[in-house]
């Protein structure tokens, strides 16, 4: 089992910068694929970026550029740099792990833990 805690959510002005960490506990993030997604008020869940063990990352074409996964493997630890926040950009992000020979990183319903979410809300 992998226990995630998201944590660094907030509120912050249109062309603002968070960074969400996601601290994981249980079992190593080395043998995992990490994820982030978000679900915007009235929207489906959809996928922001995903960093696989080995090395490999993926963006959505939404988040491109202005996001940047990382992971720091000896603190068990996940970041989302978020810049040039835009009020779209408004939702709850969760940080998932996927067991790494699933090679699915973009697919939520091919995670198998997640956490429970941090709130970020861009204002205009």
């Known amino acids: 089992q992998v226990q995630l805690v998201e944590s660094g959510g907030g509120l912050v002005q249109t062309g603002g910068s968070l960074r969400l960490s996601c601290a994981a506990s249980?079992?190593?993030?080395?043998?995992?694929?990490m994820g982030w997604f978000r679900r915007a008020p009235g929207k489906e869940r959809e996928f922001v970026v995903a960093?696989?063990?080995?090395?490999?990352?993926y963006y959505a074409d939404s988040v491109r550029g202005r996001f940047t996964i990382s992971r720091d493997n000896p603190k068990n630890t996940v970041y989302l740099q978020m810049n040039s926040l835009k009020p779209e950009d408004t939702a709850v992000y969760y940080c998932?792990?996927?067991?790494?020979?699933?090679?699915?990183?973009?697919?939520?319903?091919?995670?198998?833990?997640w956490g429970q979410g941090t709130q970020v809300t861009v204002s205009s």
């Open positions: 960093n696989s063990g080995n090395g490999g990352t």
């Open positions: 249980g079992r190593t993030i080395s043998n995992y694929n």
């Open positions: 998932a792990a996927q067991h790494s020979w699933v090679a699915a990183p973009r697919d939520a319903s091919r995670y198998n833990y």
